[in-house]
């Protein structure tokens, strides 16, 4: 296939950004690093008219969307039967502070994919596919754990979007002010990133307990 | 009323949590400040069938969840004509290494909050309103700030949305391993956070592009 013509996504009704139209993206790649950079989506779908959205983990191959849950869930039972999702991936760069409050922005990277998930049942498929998402996340720790058992396999529901349509939309830009430019405040960008602290160790069984720092004090044996 | 019947969100059919339903929380306090330690929030909505999830900045006052965008925009206008919404906070805040794939998990708190927004058109509360977003954001900003036009008035779309169900879960412990504690890898939290980084001071009018660090290099004059 032409590599010119498959490199990016198709604008139409869905995926069309309208507003800010400069800050938006079709090409494969922009939209394929923001999802890759981030583990963290928004699946939204709708039952009836209700809008459902749950935040969940993501993974990516070529043009498919990877993400999981428990068989019983409702998203799971009612995407497996066809219905269509939207998903998205955000990532927050900086805090934009105008001279103004109709300028004052946030620096970010968001896609956002359209499509008709699929359950992947075939169990080599889904180990495959499972072992993608342990690589993105913690390379060679797959073949290091604990073996996936049946009675797993079985509870955990795979869903496979293939992309449909996506846009993405960027901003990472200085404070966007115009003719306010002089008023005498300071103005710039804040920016914000997400950093991995020290990690904190598992208890042995039967171990002492830990407190997690960031997190709340839960007591752990409780769970 | 009696405190103790408004401090927390009735159960039912579309914010009950069912699976992992020992982390599923529905007391106001939770809610709220989960919703106040973010400014990015995901909304969804659906058109004609077809859901759409929108990232963007929320803020809260009482159990009114409040965000804006251009009065334009597909979002504002479809939102405004009396239809449901369906809003997302989630904090992730650390990755968690099991040692099975299955019991690997991610520390986070999310709400989930479910209404129908409206348009706040009084100009009063309008900058009631959009001040006390810039009060979460940069206290004591609002004031030091270039007055809002007329225009800028016109041109936003301010969503007012009671809170009408909501829920929050939250997972804040080390690996559930069961049987599988001995198995011998390192299995912890890896913690993350977010953090500022240093200002970076806007340019002033005709001043020297900056770079920005974390973010990409964009040529901020084209912007």
């Not at 800010?20 to 989506?41: N, W």
């Not at 080599?124 to 604990?146: H, I, N, T, Y």
């Not at 950093?195 to 997190?215: F, W, Y």
Request: glycine share 6%; net charge neutral.
């Amino acid at each position: 296939m032409d590599q010119q013509k498959t490199s990016a996504f198709k604008r139409n009704d869905r995926n069309r950004i309208k507003r800010g139209h400069k800050r938006g993206h079709y090409d494969q790649k922009t939209v394929y690093d923001i999802i890759d950079s981030h583990f963290l989506c928004h699946v939204a779908y709708e039952v009836d008219g209700q809008p459902f959205i749950v935040p969940t983990s993501h993974w990516r191959e070529g043009n498919k969307l990877y993400w999981h849950g428990s068989i019983k869930s409702q998203m799971i039972r009612h995407l497996a039967k066809g219905n269509s999702a939207t998903v998205s991936v955000t990532h927050i760069d900086g805090l934009v502070l105008a001279r103004s409050a109709f300028s004052t922005s946030v620096n970010y990277r968001s896609a956002i994919c359209y499509g008709t998930p699929t359950l992947v049942t075939d169990k080599d498929e889904w180990v495959r596919v499972m072992k993608l998402f342990f690589d993105k996340l913690a390379p060679e720790r797959w073949e290091q754990l604990r073996p996936m058992t049946d009675q797993e396999y079985k509870a955990t529901g795979l869903l496979e979007m293939d992309i449909e349509d996506a846009a993405a939309k960027v901003r990472a830009d200085p404070p966007g002010d115009g003719e306010e430019a002089d008023w005498p405040i300071w103005a710039g960008v804040i920016p914000l990133d997400i950093v991995e602290r020290a990690p904190i160790k598992a208890p042995e069984k039967g171990g002492a307990p830990l407190l997690h720092g960031i997190m709340p004090a839960y007591d752990w044996k409780k769970s």
